[in-house]
């Protein structure tokens, strides 16, 4: 009786797990037939328009889960929107049409993917024609002013005006065509770029009238003077900061290009020689990063240990860096070191394990206040204290921490100065140890 019992209860479960009514249906994973009704749809646009689109989807049998809209270029994603979809019906949108380098005119493929909640896709594609928008101008922002750019032969545009040797803007397109956007071109990674305003570093030999151009399909650009040593080119690393590394052999001529009246600039003469018209190199073979400061109208020398600045070696070879008050390149005035280590200003290594810095009393050293100290690095990592660092100069002291400067501070004795326009060397010789050495200053 027992087993009957249990039988009859078995039997009742499985009728329950498997019976439904007719109106009831189930829907096995993978079901369902999505449906894609373009309504609207324009057979042509420009490059950067926005894509109006209306579309009428449904499944009979499902939910309906997504809408993917992708526009592909030579079978290339440039743009694309999702968009939900839980309920049938109509749906519109805008797809933007990429403004990009060197696209011509030509044909794209528009994508609608649908998705229904048991995953099953449904896929639709219209071929369109594109074509690139035909400025009438573009507009040059600069400074706070607006020049207009003209048209002077397909895609090239000009405006030739009175502007200053450096003329950083972006430049900006109307928009053209009934969905049409404004365009932006800016700079980025060294070039020019659509959808930024990052301001383009043009650039000329001199302040005055002159052209600033733009092709709108290549991005070519110009005026940018090129500014090279050695036929490298030198790259902008910040406002009026253009530098290179270079390895140079000592006695090799630095050729300068591009730089206006450099006769007129401070050229360090530690790490460079004047002979004639000629500039050689005046330190140790190896590799520098040279640094052109065009606020400054200076040529600032790094010593190099591969990618990264030098420091000091165990064996006594490598760089010092100088960081404190009281003296500064091209003037103290203009542009002191202080005590922040990126102006730290790095010694002349010269051979031997010497390392040297010449200034001039009253510009590039102060006549009566110094305080300044020998660093192994462009930081604070490492510095000479009075144990490591002695001299013999009547002006010029070291300090001990009693003797009215820190440690390792240099400063000037009681009742001394330097004498103002005359020039004097300081070198740091390390021949002996890095923890014997000593410092010399002569006037010349």
């Excluded at 035909?134 to 002013?145: A, V």
């Excluded at 270079?246 to 020689?273: C, H, M, Q, S």
């Excluded at 003037?331 to 051979?351: E, H, K, R, S």
């Excluded at 010497?354 to 930081?379: L, M, P, R």
Aim: proline share 4%.
């Amino acid at each position: 009786m027992k087993k009957l019992v249990n039988y009859l209860t078995l039997s009742v479960l499985f009728t329950l797990l498997f019976s439904c009514k007719e109106d009831e249906l189930i829907v096995p994973y993978g079901a369902g037939e999505p449906t894609i009704e373009i309504v609207k749809l324009p057979t042509a646009s420009l490059f950067g328009d926005s894509l109006q689109y209306t579309v009428n989807v449904a499944d009979k049998s499902v939910d309906l889960s997504t809408l993917k809209v992708q526009l592909l270029f030579s079978e290339e994603v440039v743009s694309e929107k999702t968009i939900r979809t839980k309920d049938a019906g109509e749906y519109s949108g805008k797809l933007f049409v990429p403004f990009m380098k060197n696209i011509p005119n030509g044909t794209a493929v528009l994508k609608f993917t649908l998705q229904n909640v048991q995953m099953v896709n449904k896929v639709e594609e219209k071929v369109l024609t594109l074509s690139r928008p035909d400025f009438p101008y573009l507009n040059f922002i600069s400074e706070g002013k607006t020049y207009r750019m003209n048209k002077v032969a397909p895609n090239k545009y000009e405006v030739t005006d009175e502007f200053l040797m450096k003329a950083p803007g972006y430049i900006e397109s109307p928009a053209v065509g009934e969905f049409g956007n404004k365009i932006q071109f800016g700079w980025e990674n060294k070039a020019v770029t659509q959808g930024i305003n990052a301001v383009i570093p043009f650039s000329n030999s001199f302040d005055g009238q002159y052209t600033i151009s733009f092709n709108t399909l290549t991005y070519a650009a110009s005026p940018f003077i090129r500014y090279a040593i050695n036929d490298t080119d030198m790259e902008m690393v910040a406002d009026d900061l253009y530098a290179v590394d270079l390895t140079v052999a000592k006695d090799e001529e630095l050729v300068f290009e591009g730089i206006p009246n450099l006769n007129e600039w401070f050229i360090d003469e530690d790490y460079f020689r004047k002979d004639g018209d000629k500039y050689l190199s005046n330190v140790i073979s190896g590799k520098y990063r040279y640094i052109a400061n065009f606020a400054k109208k200076s040529i600032k020398v790094e010593a190099m240990n591969g990618d990264a600045l030098a420091r000091l070696n165990a064996d006594g070879t490598g760089a010092i860096w100088i960081i404190g008050e009281g003296i500064g390149q091209p003037t103290v005035a203009d542009n002191q070191v202080g005590w922040n280590p990126d102006n730290a200003l790095c010694m002349a290594p010269m051979g031997g394990k010497k390392y040297q810095v010449t200034v001039v009393a009253g510009q590039s050293i102060n006549t009566d206040n110094i305080n300044f100290k020998f660093f192994h690095e462009k930081g604070w990592n490492g510095e000479f204290k009075n144990t490591d660092l002695t001299t013999t100069s009547d002006v010029v002291l070291v300090g001990n921490g009693t003797n009215g400067r820190d440690p390792g501070n240099l400063g000037l004795v009681a009742g001394k100065k330097l004498d103002a326009g005359a020039t004097y060397v300081f070198v740091v010789d390390l021949s002996e140890g890095n923890n014997k050495a000593k410092l010399t200053v002569t006037k010349k």
